[in-house]
């Protein structure tokens, strides 16, 4: 099994990304997906969450402001972001769970700085 994440990058604050988080050999469509992200000098924190039949939660932080969405056709979930600030600066984790199933990615650097 293998989960990549792509799509940081360095952003001004209120501007936008989007990132994607591609899963295989797995049966993706049955996964709930889901984005952590770590700060420097902080524990890893749970931003949103999608499950295997499209519902959705969110931290309280970034609600209204990121939309997560999935792809089964390509087996990619995808974290729009936007107005982002600079307290979303953190690396940024995909995870893809079921019972008795847990992978992670590598992770992908979001920088929000003037």
């Known amino acids: 099994v293998q989960v990549v994440e792509s799509g940081g990058g360095l952003v001004q604050p209120g501007g936008s990304l989007r990132l994607s988080c591609a899963a295989s050999?797995?049966?993706?469509?049955?996964?709930?997906v889901a984005w952590y992200r770590q700060a420097p000098g902080k524990e890893r924190e749970f931003v949103a969450r999608?499950?295997?039949?499209?519902?959705?939660n969110y931290v309280d932080s970034v609600r209204g402001r990121f939309t997560i969405s999935r792809d089964n056709a390509k087996n990619t979930v995808y974290l729009q972001m936007n107005t982002l600030k600079p307290e979303d600066t953190a690396v940024y984790y995909c995870?893809?769970?079921?019972?008795?199933?847990?992978?992670w990615g590598q992770g992908t650097q979001v920088t929000v700085s003037s």
């Open positions: 999608i499950s295997s039949s499209n519902s959705t």
């Open positions: 995870n893809v769970n079921r019972v008795a199933a847990d992978y």
């Open positions: 050999g797995i049966i993706f469509r049955i996964y709930s």
